[in-house]
């Protein structure tokens, strides 16, 4: 296989785990870099070893580069992977993928177009704990489905946060679409949201959404920036599910570093590996092999109608129909 030559258009924090799963993936090269803010982009390319590019029509025009992530904040999704999709070069684009369904469906029209691959950053299902639970619940081994758990309780410093939408949009989007892989789609659901240790921002810092699923299971989650759980067996990030014949879980807490991780106060490596296995399953299964991503453009729209019915269930104080 040819050398899979890749641009990141967006070099901020999450730059950091992307250059490093290229880094590992053999075939892969990270070629190059466009970032909004030149300062950035240099640090970032002299750190990464690549090129830095002018702009990003620089960067999709150039003939070596053969797929593109998109990893800007959450209001430029749209715009670069369009502008990507259109130049022929296969997307990775970072959750949430887009503002809304509409933009969601935008992109997937234009990969349609291109006939190119647009991949939604759906990282946490790509640890092979997360798969073989998939395999399990597919088999029938678990036997049906009672109810799945998925909890995120990681301390967030209100300046990072606000550089993200609330905790409903930016990591409850994880919960939807790991529900979605490993559990199917859901047909109500009631949230509710707070605002505990942000001073100056109002969007939530916690939500709880429950969730009825078409078989009849229920699924809970919970995200929070609000506070960490170092309690033994702690909810740090956890998914759970139970069955009538079997039940099995997956956590962050199985591989802990005693050092912080840029905003996390110890390192879960599952976190990072959880990149470098969904650049690995991009790169080899998808580009190399015509595989199809584990969750897909199509998951994304269901996703994002999840989050859109969770913030309205919060604001309005009400369940709120899916189907
Ligand atoms: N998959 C995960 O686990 C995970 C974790 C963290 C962040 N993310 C996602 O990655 C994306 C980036 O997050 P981050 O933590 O790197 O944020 P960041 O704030 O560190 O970086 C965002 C970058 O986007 C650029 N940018 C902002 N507005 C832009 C615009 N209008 N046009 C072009 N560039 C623009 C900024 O220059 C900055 O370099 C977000 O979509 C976020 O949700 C995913």
Redesign the pocket.
């Known amino acids: 296989m040819k050398t899979v030559n890749i641009g990141l258009i967006?070099?901020?924090?999450?730059?950091l785990l992307h250059a490093e799963a290229i880094r590992r993936c053999q075939g892969a090269q990270l070629l190059g870099l466009w970032?909004?803010?030149d300062g950035?982009a240099e640090e970032k390319s002299k750190l990464f070893g690549c090129k830095k590019y002018a702009s990003a029509e620089a960067l999709l025009a150039d003939p070596a580069l053969d797929a593109v992530f998109v990893?800007?904040?959450?209001?430029?999704?749209q715009?670069?992977t369009l502008m990507a999709l259109q130049a022929g070069k296969p997307v990775l684009v970072?959750?949430?993928v887009g503002r809304s369904v509409a933009e969601i469906e935008s992109m997937q029209q234009a990969a349609k177009q291109a006939g190119v691959l647009c991949m939604p950053?759906h990282?946490y299902i790509y640890e092979a704990g997360v798969m073989r639970a998939k395999e399990l619940m597919e088999e029938g081994k678990l036997g049906d489905l009672v109810s799945i758990y998925v909890l995120y309780n990681i301390h967030h410093p209100e300046a990072v946060a606000a550089?993200?939408p609330g905790v409903i949009r930016?990591i409850m989007t994880?919960h939807a679409y790991i529900m979605l892989y490993l559990a199917g789609r859901p047909t109500r659901l009631s949230a509710m949201k707070s605002v505990i240790h942000y001073e100056q921002i109002t969007q939530e810092d916690l939500a709880m959404v429950t969730l009825q699923l078409e078989n009849g299971g229920l699924a809970h989650f919970c995200a929070s920036f609000a506070a960490d759980d170092h309690a033994g067996d702690p909810w740090t990030m956890m998914i759970k599910i139970i069955g009538t014949k079997g039940a099995t879980r997956f956590s962050y807490r199985d591989w802990v570093e005693n050092k912080p991780a840029t905003v996390h106060s110890q390192t879960y490596a599952a976190?990072p590996y959880s990149?470098y296995q969904e650049v690995e399953y991009f790169v080899h299964r998808c580009l190399g092999q015509r595989a199809a991503p584990l969750s897909s453009l199509d998951d994304a729209i269901i996703a994002q109608k999840i989050i859109d019915a969770a913030e309205r269930s919060a604001a309005e104080q009400r369940h709120i129909d899916l189907i």
């Open positions: 967006g070099a901020g924090d999450i730059s970032n909004k803010t950035l990893l800007t904040a959450l209001e430029a999704h715009q670069y970072e959750k949430p950053g990282n550089r993200y930016h994880h976190y990149i």
